[in-house]
Each structure stands twice: as C-alpha cells, then as structure tokens.
C-alpha cells in the first residue's frame, strides 16, 4: 500500500513529532496526552518512548555516545517505519545532540518531520525527578547524564517549543494540534 493511500484512507496525514528535552521535562507526558486527543479524533497513531525501546529493542545498548547514536539510529528507524504506514508517529526520547535528531529528520520527507522541544528549566526537571536519577547523577554514581555530566545541544530551529515550567500540559496540546492542522496534517476542526 502506497503512503498516499494510507493518508487518504486515515483522513490525515502522517508525520513524525520528535519530542526532545531533558529527563523529566515532560516530554511523554505530553505525548500521551496528546496521543489520546488524537486517538479520540480518530487519528491513527504510534507511541514510541525511550524507556520502552531501552528495555526492549535498544536494551543492548548503554549510554557511551556510540550508544547514545545507536539507540536514536534505531529510534529513528522504527518511526521511519511507522509514518510508512501512515501513522502519526510520537517519538519522545532525550535525544541530546544536535546530529543524531538531524539524522531522524532526514528519514521523512520535508514538513513531515516535527522537531518539538520540550523546554524545562534544569531545576525544575531535578525538582520532578522522581526516579532519583538527577541526585544519582550530581553525586556521580551515573556517568553521561544529559544535562548534568553530559551535554544537551538545545534545538535551534524545533518547529515548535513548548515550556513546561510556565504552560500546562493542556495548552501545549492545544498548541500542537494547531500547529498540525496549520500544517495540513491534521483537518481543521
């Protein structure tokens, strides 16, 4: 089946949104928000997490930069896959460096790549972790924590930013389906 014929058969367009941001920002947390108001609307979707491919598909690998690649390579490989098939495809993953998310973009055709940058204040993301990993980090039992012992190269050019220190979950929701729609993925209401 031809992506064309997936699209129109969906009633939208596929797309790939890549959700970047430090740990904790909110970057899955607004993506199932998100995917929920799409599923609801009957948009077909696909979820894809960094903590799920960690444990799964990319448990092979660790956090060296050359694992670091690796694990956003297959990422990007398995959203590739599902916006062949038409799916509105929400990749949340950390995502540091500037190459590796250039590399991602590369694997769909122009303007169906979205870059959202998911911007949280570095305290306020050590204030919400709850799984101790910032504290880990600080006192040096975790090595490479982005943000922390590792760097985090900030988007220049994300199609769209949201910070989730000052907006609501539900405003930046809103603030992505009107972006889609604007852009002619997503039928306007």
């Known amino acids: 089946m031809s992506l064309a014929a997936r699209e129109e058969r969906n009633g939208h367009k596929a797309a790939v949104l890549w959700f970047t ?23 077909k979707t696909m979820f894809l997490d960094g903590d799920n491919l960690r444990h799964g598909l990319n448990g092979d690998l660790g956090f060296s930069s050359a694992d670091r690649q690796e694990n956003i390579r297959r990422a990007g490989e398995v959203a590739k896959l599902s916006f062949a098939h038409g799916n509105v495809t929400l990749s949340c993953f950390i995502s540091p460096f500037t190459a590796d ?48 012992s590792s760097p985090y190269e900030e988007p220049i050019n994300a199609e769209i930013v949201v910070e989730t220190d000052i907006q609501s979950v539900d405003e930046i929701v809103e603030q992505i389906i009107t972006s889609l729609q604007e852009r002619g993925i997503l039928l306007a209401a």
Not at 22 to 40: D, H, P, V, W, Y
Request: proline share 1%; glycine share 12%.
């Open 21 to 43: 941001g430090l740990s904790g920002s909110g970057k899955s947390t607004i993506a199932k928000k998100l995917e929920q108001r799409l599923f609801n609307d009957g948009v």
């Open 101 to 148: 998310r250039r590399f991602a973009r590369g694997l769909v055709p122009d303007g169906r790549f979205l870059e959202i940058y998911v911007k949280c204040d570095l305290e306020v993301v050590k204030r919400r972790d709850t799984k101790g990993l910032y504290a880990k980090a600080l006192a040096g039992e975790i090595d490479n924590f982005t943000g922390i």
